[in-house]
C-alpha cells in the first residue's frame, strides 16, 4: 500500500495525559498537512510542512499541540496535556506540491476520557 | 477569507438517479477547488478536483462537477445513483492567489442512495 498511512487508527487516553500520532505520507510527497475532524464538521486544518520545514500554523493549534517532520519524511502530532475537547479525528495529508491533490490517511480517532 | 458552504446536510436519492451535491465557495482570487468522499471510519477519498479549463471536471466513479464561476458554486453531479455512493462528502477550496493558504472544507453532505 503505497497511500498514506497513519498510527495509531484509535487512542483511547485520560485527561491530563500526553498523546503522540504518527503520520507516513505518500513517498516523494514533499508537503505535509495535519488536520482535525470533529463530528458533524469538515476537516479543520492545524499545519502543514514542506521537507522539514513547519511553514503555517492554524490559531487552532494551542501551545500543547507540536508537530515535527525531522527528515521530511513522516510526521508526529503530539498533544501535551489532553483535554476531552481535544477528541477528534486527527487526519494526515501529502501532496507533491502546494498546487497539487492533497491525499489523505484513514486518520487517528482520539478520545479523551 | 475564504469560505465553503455545502447547504444541505443530507441528500437522499432513489438507486438509479441522477444525484446533485451542492457546493457555493467564497475566494478573494482565483479558486482551486476540490470534492472528497469519507466511508465510515475512514479518511477522505479524492473524487476531483477543478484548477482551470473546461468548467466540467469528471473524476472518480462516474462523478463529474461543474464549475460556474458567476453563481460561485461548484456541484458534485452523477447521472445514476448506486447504493455504494452512499458516503459523506465535502467540498474544498483554496485561494491560489493568496500565497500558502490552506485547504478550506465544507460541513459535509451526507448521501444516501436508496434502492
Known amino acids: 500500500d503505497t497511500g498514506v498511512s497513519q498510527n495509531p487508527r484509535h487512542k483511547i487516553t485520560k485527561r491530563g495525559q500526553n498523546v503522540t500520532f504518527r503520520c507516513d505520507p505518500i513517498s516523494e510527497h514533499n508537503r505535509l498537512y495535519w488536520y482535525r475532524q470533529t463530528l458533524g464538521q469538515g476537516p479543520e486544518f492545524l499545519t502543514y510542512?514542506?521537507?522539514?520545514?513547519?511553514?503555517?500554523k492554524s490559531r487552532l493549534l494551542s501551545d500543547r499541540f507540536s508537530a515535527e517532520r525531522p527528515k521530511g519524511s513522516f510526521s508526529t502530532l503530539e498533544i501535551q496535556r489532553t483535554e476531552q475537547g481535544d477528541s477528534a479525528m486527527y487526519l494526515c495529508?501529502?501532496?507533491?506540491?502546494?498546487?497539487?491533490?492533497?491525499?489523505f490517511g484513514p486518520g487517528t480517532r482520539l478520545t479523551v476520557l | 477569507a475564504q469560505s465553503v458552504a455545502q447547504p444541505e446536510d443530507q441528500v437522499n436519492v432513489a438507486e438509479g438517479n441522477p444525484l446533485t451535491v451542492k457546493c457555493t465557495y467564497s475566494?478573494?482570487?482565483?479558486?482551486?477547488l476540490f470534492w472528497y468522499v469519507q466511508y465510515p471510519n475512514r479518511g477522505l477519498q479524492f473524487l476531483l478536483k477543478?484548477?482551470?479549463?473546461?468548467?466540467l471536471v469528471k473524476g472518480s466513479y462516474g462523478f463529474e462537477a461543474e464549475f460556474n464561476k458567476s453563481q460561485t458554486s461548484f456541484h458534485l453531479k452523477k447521472p445514476s445513483a448506486l447504493v455504494s455512493d452512499s458516503a459523506l462528502y465535502f467540498c474544498?477550496?483554496?485561494?491560489?492567489?493568496?500565497?500558502?493558504?490552506?485547504?478550506?472544507f465544507g460541513k459535509g453532505t451526507r448521501l444516501s442512495v436508496i434502492a
Open positions: 475566494v478573494s482570487g482565483n479558486p482551486y
Open positions: 495529508a501529502s501532496s507533491l506540491g502546494r498546487s497539487d491533490t492533497q491525499y
Open positions: 474544498a477550496v483554496r485561494d491560489n492567489d493568496a500565497g500558502n493558504t490552506p485547504l478550506v
Open positions: 477543478y484548477i482551470t479549463g473546461d468548467n
Open positions: 510542512f514542506q521537507n522539514e520545514a513547519q511553514l503555517e
